[in-house]
């Protein structure tokens, strides 16, 4: 079992920047993969980022060059950096843990306004 926790979520000008953390207890030392997913207004949840057990990243195209996932292992810990943020950005964030298999944080909210 591993619990998940988001924040750092908010409102925030089209430009401008946030960032995500997310919290794992449990089990974590069986975590393969944490990533961070979105799912906009009416949309479906997609795939943000991703980041390895080995600290292999990997991004949306639609963010690439804009955000950043890292991890502080030391503090279980899973950031999302945001820059640039458009207001397509918009949605609710959820962290993502993969062991054999699949926990979710209950997602942050993330308004980007024109």
């Known amino acids: 079992q591993v619990q998940l926790v988001e924040s750092g979520g908010g409102l925030v000008q089209a430009g401008g920047s946030l960032r995500l953390s997310c919290a794992a207890s449990g089990n974590v030392a069986s975590i393969n993969y944490m990533a961070w997913y979105r799912q906009p207004p009416g949309k479906q949840r997609e795939l943000v980022a991703i980041i390895t057990s080995g600290g292999t990243t990997n991004y949306a195209d639609s963010v690439k060059g804009r955000f950043t996932i890292s991890r502080d292992s030391a503090k279980n810990t899973v950031y999302l950096q945001m820059n640039t943020l458009k207001p397509e950005d918009t949605g609710v964030y959820y962290c993502?843990?993969?062991?054999?298999?699949?926990?979710w944080g209950q997602g942050t909210q993330v308004t980007v306004s024109t």
């Open positions: 993502n843990a993969r062991l054999n298999q699949w926990y």
